[in-house]
């Protein structure tokens, strides 16, 4: 499978725990996105990568949630000290040049109890 | 005014009809715009992409109008296959893809 993968593709966890998401995307990709979906909702922005550089972090984005992309490659996602407004789904796209078509993961849906 | 705007709909439609959604954007620097279909639960499909004028493909067909700043897409003869919600993407000048709410679309037999 060649797609953008997302790991995991559940999580559940208490509030004020710390999550960590994985994206790999697909392969030679240079930007990678990260979008957070609620129900009856279009995907958010949270932060878009090119190559390793993070290019710009969402406004809405409070300090809790952190990104990286350390060798241009896989990206992760670390939410600190979940709180139950961060349950939605966490969707990870890729795409070869700005402009182009992005391809979207399977997502993790995270639920914060 | 966000940055980009659809109508929520939903849009129940008979099977065969035609359909048509908008979407506008605020945005004027904005170099590339998408369509996205996707299904309940699912993650995000690329549907078309709306480069220049516009972009036709089988039964749907994206036009974009960049003195008014919207882009729209036409369903011809609608599939009970095409019940999905259909997002409207604009790439900004930047590129990072701000997505629309959606419009829902329920075709009916």
């Known amino acids: 499978d060649t797609g953008v993968s997302q790991d995991p593709r559940h999580k559940i966890t208490k509030r004020g725990q710390n999550v960590t998401f994985r994206c790999d995307p697909i392969s030679e990709h240079n930007r990678l996105y990260w979008y957070r979906q609620t129900l009856g909702q279009g995907p958010e922005f949270l932060t878009y990568?090119?190559?390793?550089?993070?290019?710009?972090k969402s406004r809405l984005l409070s300090d809790r949630f952190s990104a990286e992309r350390p060798k241009g490659s896989f990206s992760t996602l670390e939410i600190q000290r979940t709180e139950q407004g961060d349950s939605a789904m966490y969707l990870c796209a890729s795409s070869l040049l700005e402009n182009t078509e992005a391809f979207f993961g399977q997502g993790t849906r995270l639920t914060v109890v | 005014r966000k940055e980009v705007e659809q109508d929520p709909g939903p849009f129940n439609v008979p099977e065969g009809a035609t359909v048509a959604f908008n979407c506008t954007y605020s945005?004027?620097?904005?170099?590339?715009f998408f369509w996205y279909r996707q299904d309940c639960r699912k993650e995000p499909k690329l549907l078309m992409s709306?480069?220049?004028s516009g972009n036709e493909d089988g039964r749907f067909t994206a036009q974009l109008n960049r003195a008014s700043q919207y882009i729209s897409l036409l369903i011809r003869d609608s599939k009970l296959s095409d019940s999905a919600t259909y997002l409207c993407v604009n790439g900004g000048a930047t590129n990072k893809l701000i997505f629309g709410t959606g419009t829902l679309l329920a075709v009916q037999p």
């Open positions: 709306v480069y220049s």
């Open positions: 945005n004027s620097a904005s170099q590339s």
């Open positions: 990568f090119q190559n390793e550089a993070q290019l710009e």
